[in-house]
């Protein structure tokens, strides 16, 4: 069973406006969440985090939104750029552990 | 660059040899993560280390796999007997009690 779920394989925006990526998880027991973002033929990078006690997190161009009650949260990139465009991972970490779950991934393109 | 080194980079082999892979973490982190990725699919957690000791292990970690982490600094992974189905991206991730890993550039295996 998959307790990450990005549904949108892929998202296209214009440069300069919002990009809101998506993440559903179904474990109550996660209590931190996190994006990473990876280039091809690279590992992946850590963007941002956020407490499962907060609903709101801001670094930059990029602020993580944690709605516990509908165990979704999501990434808001503004503005967009084009060297944003990069596959987005949406992870989560259960409270008695330390391993991180993935979801599947979103292709962000972003267009000039 | 102090960042989390792997090596190999590429390593292709033939089905039923067995394959070494190592991973210098960042020199301070003291946890040490194996994560592997296939085509489509988020990383997906095998193993992990708080210093020396293996404290963690998924179910994805056949008896064929092994991992050490010798005196808590570097580590490595061995797959025997390689079938086609370990062919993918294998990553290695390090932290130092926070949430949020940081991961190498990994090691492509390519079961042929």
């Known amino acids: 069973d998959q307790q990450v779920k990005q549904n949108s394989p892929s998202l296209s925006v214009q440069e300069g406006r919002i990009s809101i990526l998506n993440c559903d998880y179904t474990n109550s027991m996660f209590d931190y969440f996190l994006w990473y973002k990876k280039y091809p033929a690279e590992g992946p990078t850590f963007l941002i985090s956020?407490?499962?006690?907060?609903d709101k997190n801001e670094d930059g161009r990029f602020t993580v939104f944690l709605n516990k009650s509908a165990k979704h949260l999501s990434l808001h990139i503004v503005p967009s750029q084009p060297g944003d465009s990069a596959v987005y991972f949406c992870a989560a970490r259960r409270s008695t552990g330390t391993a991180l779950i993935f979801g599947k991934g979103t292709t962000l393109s972003v267009s000039s | 660059d102090t960042g989390v080194s792997q090596d190999p980079r590429h390593k292709i082999t033939k089905r039923g040899q067995n394959v070494t892979f190592r991973c210098d973490p960042i020199?301070?982190?003291?946890?040490l993560y194996w994560y592997r990725q296939t085509l489509g699919q988020g990383p997906e957690f095998l193993t992990y280390?708080?210093?020396?000791?293996?404290?963690?292990k998924s179910r994805l970690l056949s008896d064929r796999f092994s991992a050490e982490r010798p005196k808590g600094s570097f580590s490595t992974l061995e797959i025997q007997r390689t079938e086609q189905g370990d062919s993918a991206m294998y990553l290695c991730?390090?932290?130092?009690?926070?949430?949020?890993?940081?991961f190498g550039q990994g090691t492509r295996l390519t079961v042929v």
């Open positions: 991730a390090s932290s130092h009690g926070a949430p949020e890993a940081f």
């Open positions: 956020i407490s499962s006690i907060k």
């Open positions: 020199s301070e982190h003291n946890r």
């Open positions: 280390f708080q210093n020396e000791a293996q404290l963690e």
